[in-house]
């Protein structure tokens, strides 16, 4: 089965330090997603990519937060300086849209395993 | 403005018990819907999708039925499992003007006993 790859699994690291996240979206697809799961505020979109333009980016703290495709085969978040606010799940996500406006009809979405991120 | 609407968990049912998680949705448009699945320290995994209204999705035992006049995905199992123990997520898509981002209920927590 076709996956979603993120690296790290766990992060531990104090606040202050920069963090990247890694996304490997699955070959093929042209839409990636980030997401944070707290127990709090549940899944919260952070951002979006659709053929690596962002196109939706509301979701993150500007001042901290960036996202970037270097190319169609990898994602990053990067906060930097990290704070213990920032602790969380963060999942990614990829999918196939055939249409410039829209991610494709009856599919849903991939998410991979997440990245557990402690701030200390 | 869009949104879904889940039953607060946890639910906590014997094995081979009725499952029904309440979803309910708010959308501008016509919305497809989708139940997702979280194992414990796994991602979202889709388990069912319906796309207009009286359609039916099911996966793995676990069913849901599309339903406009109600705005309601309910997810239901006829007898559940222990490994069916998991977060529930019921999420729409909504192609108006959302420009095709899921949109995620809190989630319903699942616990099944032997």
């Known amino acids: 089965d076709a996956r979603v790859t993120q690296t790290p699994r766990h992060k531990v690291t104090e606040m202050g330090q920069e963090v990247t996240m890694r996304c490997q979206p699955i070959?093929?697809?042209?839409?990636v997603f980030w997401y944070r799961q707290t127990m709090m505020q549940g899944l919260e979109l952070l951002a979006y990519?659709?053929?690596?333009?962002?196109?939706?980016d509301s979701g993150m703290p500007k001042d901290r937060f960036s996202a970037e495709m270097p190319d169609a085969t990898l994602a990053t978040l990067k906060i930097q300086p990290s704070e213990p606010r920032d602790s969380a799940v963060y999942f990614c996500?990829?999918?196939?849209?055939?249409?410039?406006?829209?991610?494709?009809?009856?599919?849903?979405?991939?998410f991979g395993s997440g990245t557990r991120l402690t701030v200390v | 403005g869009n949104s879904v609407t889940q039953m607060e968990g946890p639910v906590t049912l014997s094995e081979e018990a009725f499952l029904t998680i309440n979803c309910t949705y708010t959308?501008?448009?016509?919305?497809?819907l989708f139940w997702y699945v979280q194992y414990p320290g796994e991602g979202l995994q889709l388990l069912l999708k319906?796309?207009?209204?009286?359609d039916k999705g099911s996966n793995k035992g676990f069913e849901a039925t599309y339903r406009k006049e109600t705005t309601s995905f309910h997810l239901e199992k006829g007898s559940v499992q222990v490994s069916d123990s998991a977060v529930y997520f019921c999420a729409l898509r909504d192609y108006g003007g959302s420009q095709g981002n899921l949109i995620f209920g809190k989630g319903t927590k699942l616990s099944v006993k032997p």
């Open positions: 990519f659709r053929n690596r333009a962002p196109l939706d």
């Open positions: 959308a501008t448009g016509y919305p497809s």
């Open positions: 996500a990829s999918g196939l849209a055939l249409k410039t406006s829209d991610v494709a009809p009856n599919y849903g979405y991939t």
């Open positions: 070959l093929g697809h042209n839409t």
């Open positions: 319906a796309t207009k209204a009286d």
